[in-house]
């Protein structure tokens, strides 16, 4: 499951007197990292977590006090700058529950968790504040990685944790307020919601919970249920450990192992499994795992809190997800969101909701803001990701690249020509192109070779790019025909050129269906059209894939 961290350190002072100070929390006994450390800024709601491996930033004003805690280990205050660089933490003893201790009355499982949720109105504020927060999100098919979202969000939650949520946006205002990307690579390009940020905030196992008893675990669904279905899982205590000074239950928890009879027998329901950490003395939920398997897929997320002033606010979020599909590929995601400041009062409200991607392509990038940000330190593996992405760009180059290759997607039923022209630029030396010109009526014929071209597609989508070209002059129309046949599906590029555009006259086309296939320096490969579904042609793309041309 996932567990906590710490840093490295370089400082650089900026005009204000700040200091972005990087460092690294490790074991005192092992030396090891520790990940997902809170490290918070005393006196202050600011503050951040350590990274995969233990390494955090942080933007500090002189002088200054850092507190650095962690479950199972020993708290430390740390006052100066040299301090930062490398942070020991002391673990503490953990008491096992097989160890007999006397004084200490049976410890009923079931009872500290019924008891941790019916106190959620007293540890947690229950007034209305603004929770800035950094996301970060990556995703890889197989060993390749295809996807790498960062963005700073603003979640304004009217009413604070007075009751728990269904769903995030329900009562709460969401607003994106910074956005960096590189381009979608993966094959779950079409599928993959514009931005997480509402799935990543249901791990906050405090505020969001299902309230219709339902007794199975919905898999896709991110939302708890462990509260309405409570009788659906079996709690033990596991031990009793340390945060910050105080006592903490480890409660673990499972849920019934069930089945349904189908037609090939016997089928597995989903399963869930994971570990609350409840504090003894207020019984506060102060870190939560869960691990939810279905099939061959799974989904872990993990929450961590901490304490500002009287209350517990989140620090940091983590979900991440493996879906193995029958033809032996993969996908996989990896998103966090990490807490950079806690404001209450009601000036800091605001309305807004989860963007959609064309209100995402409007924010303009800036890059003294991302210079100065405090973002979550990345790790190495982070940065190669980066680097592969955009091979070796940064990501202010990758996302404008984003914004002009989303602008040369959006809305293909005008200026396709002039998008066309881009897009084929820009998959230069990358990307063979399979062109196909159609029309108005679409014969059966014509559907035939649409569905062919789509299996291509879906085989060669990571060598070969399938491009429609439909020569319809009325929009509206040409929008229904793409829906009805379903031309949108796996990634398929769709323009709408008429049927006088310059492009028929370009590649000689005089009757359509029509096939040109490209090399990918742009030059056209036959000059014959020879259909998706004939042999040859499927053997010139192998022949071309395994030439590299």
């Known amino acids: 499951m996932i567990r906590c961290l710490l840093l490295f350190l370089a400082i650089s002072t900026s005009a204000l007197g700040q200091q972005v100070i990087e460092g690294r929390v490790v074991d005192s006994q092992t030396g090891q990292p520790i990940p997902f450390v809170s490290i918070g800024i005393m006196g202050t709601s600011r503050g951040t977590s350590s990274n995969l491996q233990g390494q955090f930033s942080l933007s500090l004003t002189e002088p200054f006090s850092v507190k650095i805690s962690c479950v199972g280990y020993e708290s430390q205050i740390i006052t100066t700058v040299d301090d930062l660089a490398v942070v020991q933490l002391k673990p503490t003893a953990i008491e096992l529950s097989e160890v007999v201790v006397t004084n200490r009355k049976t410890i009923d499982a079931k009872r500290i968790v019924k008891r941790a949720f019916s106190n959620v109105s007293n540890n947690y504020s229950t007034k209305p504040f603004l929770q800035k927060f950094f996301y970060r999100h990556y995703c890889k098919d197989d060993a390749v990685y295809g996807r790498l979202i960062e963005a700073f969000v603003d979640v304004w939650k009217q009413g604070g944790y007075q009751s728990s949520r269904i769903r995030a946006g329900d009562k709460e205002e969401i607003r994106v307020m910074q956005l960096r990307r590189s381009l979608d690579r993966t094959i779950a390009a079409q599928g993959h919601e514009p931005i997480a940020v509402g799935n990543i905030l249901h ?7 299902l309230r219709e008893k339902k007794s199975k ?9 462990i509260k309405s279905d409570f009788t659906y899982y079996t709690f033990t205590y596991d031990a009793i450990t340390v945060h910050d000074g105080q006592e903490v239950y480890l409660i673990s928890y499972e849920s019934k192992k069930d089945s349904v009879l189908t037609t090939s027998g016997y089928k597995p329901l989903p399963h869930a499994s994971g570990t609350l950490y409840i504090t003894t003395s207020d019984y506060a939920i102060i870190k939560a795992e869960q691990e939810k398997t279905h099939d061959s897929s799974t989904i872990e997320t993990a929450a961590f809190y901490r304490k500002y002033g009287n209350r517990y606010y989140p620090y940091h979020f983590i979900q991440q997800g493996r879906n193995d599909f029958a033809d032996g590929t993969s ?21 807004g909701k989860l963007p959609t991607k064309d209100e995402l392509m409007q924010i303009q990038y800036d890059p003294v803001y991302w210079k100065n940000a405090p973002i979550l330190k990345t790790t190495p593996l982070e940065d190669e990701i980066i680097s592969d992405l955009g091979g070796g760009a940064s990501l202010h180059e990758q996302f404008e690249l984003y914004q002009k290759y989303e602008w040369s997607l959006s809305d293909g039923g005008n200026n396709a020509e002039e998008k066309f022209t881009w897009f084929k630029e820009f998959n230069k030396d990358k990307q063979m192109l399979y062109l196909v010109f159609w029309n108005n009526p679409c014969d059966l014929n014509c559907v035939r070779q649409l569905e062919e071209v789509k299996r291509l597609h879906k085989l060669y989508r990571n060598q070969l790019t399938v ?10 129309m040409w929008k229904q025909l793409v829906a009805k046949y379903n031309l949108f599906s796996d990634g398929i590029v769709n323009y709408r050129i008429g049927d006088s555009s310059r492009m028929l006259r370009l590649y000689k086309i005089k009757k359509t269906p029509a096939h040109i296939l490209l090399l990918k320096n742009g030059e056209v490969f036959q000059a014959d059209d ?20």
């Open 203 to 209: 791990a906050d196992i405090v505020g969001y919970q």
């Open 217 to 225: 675990i919905d898999f896709f669904n991110t939302v708890s249920n």
């Open 331 to 351: 996908h996989q995601y990896h998103v966090e969101l990490v807490t950079t400041e806690v404001l209450e009062g009601y000036e800091k409200s605001f309305t």
């Open 467 to 476: 491009v429609l070209l439909s020569l319809e002059n009325d929009v509206d």
């Open 530 to 549: 020879l259909p998706p579904a004939a042999p040859v042609r499927e053997a010139d793309i192998k022949l071309l894939i395994n030439t590299g041309k």
